[in-house]
């Protein structure tokens, strides 16, 4: 089964004149993790910018690449 989206719905299956219903309620995936890489850096002298990459990770086990998002 994969979801559309966040909310509940009804599954009914019948075989053989048996049948049986289930409710599911879908929920919105929340943040567990945050990476950061290099996760581990030196720098030495003038460094005007390094560039740094953040990634989560979420309740469900999907990734998402937050760069942008995080201050």
Do not use: Y
């Not at 950061?36 to 990459?53: E, N, R, W």
């Amino acid at each position: 089964m994969t979801s559309l989206g966040v909310g509940n719905t009804s599954i009914t299956a019948t075989l053989n004149g048996i049948h049986g219903s289930a409710t599911v309620n879908v929920t919105a995936a929340t943040l567990v993790t945050i990476a950061i890489t290099p996760s581990d850096l030196s720098v030495s002298g003038k460094v005007k910018a390094v560039q740094m990459t953040a990634a989560g990770t979420f309740s469900d086990g999907t990734t998402q690449d937050l760069t942008q998002e995080v201050d």
